[in-house]
């Protein structure tokens, strides 16, 4: 669980829909099961954090949260955060990795 968002360097790629392999696995990570019932998608996101506060260095992870059709998540219970990525090019690349495996039903399989 996360305490605090992090929107200084946040970017929304994509929604896509959750299969229902995916939502087992969601479950099985959650402690509190009232957060997901409105949650119908997943959103697909970019996270930038400075390597060293007060420079212009950032590292990026691909983020994937519950998500409502209109755009609301839940920033607490990502489902998957990827390791870091020090280009954003990189980064940017791997976000549509991770909508294609998604949009397949198959987050379970990078999740786990």
Request: proline share 4%; charged share 20%; hydrophobic share 40%.
């Amino acid at each position: 669980m996360r305490e605090a968002p992090n929107f200084g360097e946040f970017y929304p790629k994509s929604l896509v829909p959750i299969s229902k392999d995916d939502l087992l696995i969601f479950l099985e990570k959650v402690q509190d099961f009232e957060c997901c019932d409105n949650y119908s998608h997943w959103l697909i996101a970019l996270e930038g954090r400075q390597i060293n506060l007060g420079e212009d260095y950032y590292h990026w992870q691909v983020v994937v949260f519950p998500a409502e059709i209109g755009g609301g998540f839940d920033y607490k219970h990502p489902l998957y955060v990827s390791t870091f990525f020090f280009s954003i090019d990189e980064a940017i690349d791997y976000t549509s990795v991770v909508e294609k495996i998604a949009n397949n039903g198959q987050l379970y399989t990078i999740a786990g």
